[in-house]
Nanobody, 125 residues
């Protein structure tokens, strides 16, 4: 059984920073493509960032260089460093993983087999 647990969310002022973590257990971490998605109230879940075992990265256009995804294979952890946060970044952030993601589908939620419960990020003054 594969489990993903996110942490690090919270309330932050505009312009502030947060680092989200995702612990992956029960599976073969080194085979996974791992990604972050987010979902704001009343909106569909959207892609944020992805990295795979070869350290190939991709980001959503709205990131604009403000976020950095990384992973630590020795600890089975995936991180999302978020800087220069904006109120529009307010959402529940989800970690996702799968060993069967192909390059063309890596931005799609349906490509991922395993999901965490999400962590709330609120950007407000």
């Amino acid at each position: 059984q594969v489990h993903l647990v996110e942490s690090g969310g919270g309330l932050v002022q505009p312009g502030g920073s947060l680092r989200l973590s995702c612990e992956v257990s029960g599976g073969a971490f080194n085979t996974y493509t791992t990604a972050w998605f987010r979902q704001a109230p009343g909106k569909e879940r959207e892609f944020v960032a992805v990295t795979n075992r070869y350290r190939r990265l991709a980001y959503a256009d709205f990131v604009e260089g403000r976020f950095t995804i990384s992973r630590d294979s020795t600890k089975n952890l995936v991180y999302l460093q978020m800087d220069s946060l904006k109120p529009d970044d307010t959402a529940v952030y989800y970690c996702a993983a799968s060993s069967t993601v192909i390059m063309s589908s890596r931005r799609m939620p349906a490509a991922y087999a395993y999901w965490g419960q999400g962590t709330q990020v609120t950007v407000s003054s």
